[in-house]
């Protein structure tokens, strides 16, 4: 397994992932069109996020999206992982787990720009959040309000 940043050439895979992330555990319809757009926002300006492919064999397997977020309390940039998915065939093989170790492993080696990890996970998405438990997240400290026009 190989993680490595998402790029150009990565854009229709990962709109595609996410398409299947939504209706796998929200029973969402995305629309690729969008989604593929949104993507390609992100890959054209890093300052948007960046994504992480986790590579088996040269295939994509799995990927996240981190987003930063400044934190005045902190004085540094709280990491967020969005867009968590790993496909079917290579889910309870790792790649989760390797993919957020390399993001736990940007936040330990820079200390001083990164000061934490944070994620949201669907309530009905139980196999998600035994996962984020299993590797020592908790999702104790607060809980996630939004507002979508």
Same mark, same amino acid.
């Given at each position: 397994?190989?993680?490595?940043?998402?790029?150009?050439?990565?854009?229709?895979?990962?709109?595609?992932?996410?398409?299947?992330?939504?209706?796998?555990?929200?029973?969402?319809?995305?629309?690729?069109?969008?989604?593929? =757009?949104? !993507?390609?926002?992100?890959? @054209?300006?890093?300052?948007?996020?960046?994504? $992480? #492919?986790?590579? +088996?064999?040269?295939?994509?397997?799995?990927?996240? =999206?981190? !987003?930063?977020?400044?934190? @005045?309390?902190?004085?540094?940039?709280?990491? $967020? #992982?969005?867009? +968590?998915?790993?496909?079917?065939?290579?889910?309870?093989?790792?790649?989760?787990?390797?993919?957020?170790?390399?993001?736990?492993?940007?936040?330990?080696?820079?200390?001083?720009?990164?000061?934490?990890?944070?994620?949201?996970?669907?309530?009905?998405?139980?196999?998600?959040?035994?996962?984020?438990?299993?590797?020592?997240?908790?999702?104790?400290?607060?809980?996630?309000?939004?507002?979508?026009?």
């Amino acid at each position: 397994m190989k993680i490595r940043p998402g790029l150009f050439y990565d854009i229709e895979v990962l709109a595609q992932t996410q398409v299947q992330m939504a209706w796998e555990t929200e029973e969402f319809k995305l629309d690729l069109p969008t989604v593929t =757009l949104g !993507v390609q926002a992100v890959i @054209d300006d890093p300052t948007k996020g960046k994504y $992480w #492919i986790a590579e +088996v064999d040269g295939k994509v397997a799995g990927c996240l =999206l981190t !987003v930063p977020e400044w934190s @005045d309390w902190r004085n540094g940039t709280i990491l $967020w #992982i969005h867009s +968590v998915y790993v496909l079917p065939s290579y889910r309870g093989k790792g790649l989760y787990k390797a993919l957020y170790e390399h993001v736990q492993g940007l936040v330990k080696a820079d200390g001083k720009t990164f000061k934490g990890i944070r994620l949201y996970v669907d309530k009905r998405n139980t196999v998600a959040q035994e996962v984020y438990n299993k590797l020592g997240m908790n999702g104790e400290h607060y809980q996630l309000f939004e507002w979508m026009p």
